[in-house]
């Protein structure tokens, strides 16, 4: 049997194990070298995302009792814009043929758009681990654009946590 005990950095430690027959039905190879038998085994890990919860809300009108009395609620229909803050690379660590680590998103490249629901709140997930830019597209009617962008930072916790959750919000 075997099971995995620490898995790669950004990773998450896998649960699974693999159970490994040596006998005359198992299929094998010879390795050219030392004629030693080779069982191959496929093994999988997961790389460690990030979730992104946005939070925008506003003052809107509650009531007037001889002054207008206004409450903090989430606002709908907020358009954000999440851009890499930084170069992002594959959690594999992968290179190409010159040598350099496998770029998912160049730094100010456009990783995703997400607009609020009813309750104020948008969630962008599977975002590989690093900086991020958040950034307010469109405001509601009755509102003014937050032009104040927010850095997120998805870092690795450990093996065994596999999704790193960041949160920000906007006001108006």
Avoid: W
């Amino acid at each position: 049997r075997i099971e995995e005990v620490s898995a790669p950095e950004g990773y998450t430690l896998s649960s699974a194990y693999v159970t490994v027959a040596v006998d005359t039905n198992t299929a094998y190879m010879i390795d050219p070298t030392s004629e030693d038998a080779i069982i191959e085994v496929e093994y999988e890990n997961h790389p460690v995302k990030g979730e992104l919860t946005i939070f925008k809300q506003g003052e809107l009108l509650a009531g007037y009792d001889h002054d207008f009395q206004y409450e903090l609620c989430g606002l709908k229909g907020v358009t954000f814009e999440v851009y890499a803050a930084e170069n992002i690379y594959t959690a594999d660590y992968q290179k190409d043929e010159a040598g350099n680590r496998l770029l998912e998103y160049a730094e100010g490249t456009l990783v995703t758009t997400i607009t609020t629901d009813d309750s104020g709140l948008a969630v962008a997930r599977n975002l590989p681990l690093g900086k991020y830019l958040v950034k307010e597209k469109n405001a509601p009617k009755g509102f003014v654009l937050n032009a104040a962008s927010q850095e997120v930072n998805f870092e690795y916790a450990d093996q065994n946590t596999a999704v790193i959750k960041e949160s920000v919000t906007f006001s108006n």
